[in-house]
């Protein structure tokens, strides 16, 4: 389990991560969701003690990385898969791995299958590695030491929807047996793909935080009607939040029970009443993107 509690850092005028805490619980893949620049590179840097925190704490299992006695062993970490020394094979990455975790040598043909490295992949430099490739080889280097936690930032940067499909198998399974996994992306689709939980972070602030099932079912209904501005004042006049949807409809966060007897009451015949499924979520995060991508044009 990976708790974060109270976390901020601030770099200069930044306050990259602001009084983020969220909980990453065992046997569950919790997909880490925001837009660049939101803050989950820097929240996980400082879980796994490359960068200081501000103020508040990241532990693993309830110990804080600097503690962790042969770290490999306990947390898998991939943070860019970019960062792996060039002029190195893969096998002779994941030997170095294996010497200095004390582990068995088989471990390392088991992790080479285990990612779907051929031989003749494992003997060619690093630098000569597709993006997917050297994802790859992370993964096989953040499972080596076959921990019970892996902490994986952007892993499906650069795998093709097949590897995709693989690294959610390959997870799942994981997790499945216990482990822990917190998996950062910035891409709705692809967190949705793999995770059990979300937590979404944007501008530093943690905006969202649960069961992807939840958060999917939980988005709300959507209403379309004859005179949508009546209905809207309607829903107003009963205390409801409405928002328009910008094509046509209004989503609110009643139920659709709730809805039609405020539509039958104000005499507004409906078009359409259905619940959002998914919409919340999405929309709350292309709202964030948005902001994200405005900012970006005004920096
Ligand atoms: N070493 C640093 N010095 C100054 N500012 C930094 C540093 N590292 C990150 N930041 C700033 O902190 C904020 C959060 O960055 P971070 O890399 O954590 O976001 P992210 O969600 O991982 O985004 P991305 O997906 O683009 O990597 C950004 O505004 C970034 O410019």
Redesign the pocket.
């Known amino acids: 389990m990976i708790t974060v509690d109270g976390l901020s850092?601030r770099?200069?005028g930044?306050l990259?991560?602001d009084d983020v805490s969220f909980t990453a619980a065992a046997g569950r893949v919790t997909g880490f969701l925001?837009?660049?620049?939101?803050?989950?590179?820097?929240?996980?840097?400082i879980m796994v003690g490359l960068?200081r925190a501000t103020s508040g704490t990241a532990t693993i299992a309830g110990r804080k990385f600097a503690d962790l006695p042969n770290p490999g062993r306990e947390v898998g970490v991939l943070l860019d898969a970019s960062a792996q020394h060039a002029g190195r094979t893969g096998r002779e990455i994941l030997t170095l791995a294996q010497r200095l975790m004390g582990l068995p040598r088989t471990r390392v043909e088991e992790m080479l299958t285990a990612v779907s490295l051929t031989p003749d992949e494992a003997t060619r430099r690093v630098g000569e590695y597709s993006l997917g490739m050297r994802q790859r080889l992370g993964i096989a280097t953040a499972l080596i030491g076959d921990p019970d936690v892996l902490i994986l930032?952007?892993p499906a940067n650069g795998l093709d929807p097949a590897g995709i499909r693989w690294m959610r198998d390959l997870l799942r399974g994981y997790a499945d047996r216990g482990g822990t996994v917190l998996l950062?992306?910035?891409l709705l689709h692809e967190i949705e793909v793999i995770a059990d939980d979300i937590v979404m972070?944007g501008h530093?602030r943690i905006v969202s935080h649960g069961a992807k099932t939840e958060l999917l079912h939980a988005a709300g209904t959507i209403v379309r009607a004859v005179d949508l501005a009546r209905l809207e004042q309607a829903l107003t006049d009963w205390g409801l939040t409405a928002n328009a949807t910008g094509d046509g409809a209004l989503r609110t966060d009643a139920d659709a029970a709730l809805v039609g007897t405020v539509a039958l009451e104000s005499g507004v015949a409906l078009t359409e009443l259905r619940a959002a499924e998914g919409a919340g979520l999405e929309e709350m995060f292309l709202e964030l993107t948005s902001t994200t991508q405005r900012e970006g044009a005004r920096a």
């Open positions: 850092k770099y200069g930044t990259a991560v925001g837009p660049n620049g939101a803050g989950k590179s820097t929240t996980m840097r960068t930032d952007e950062s992306s910035h972070i530093g």
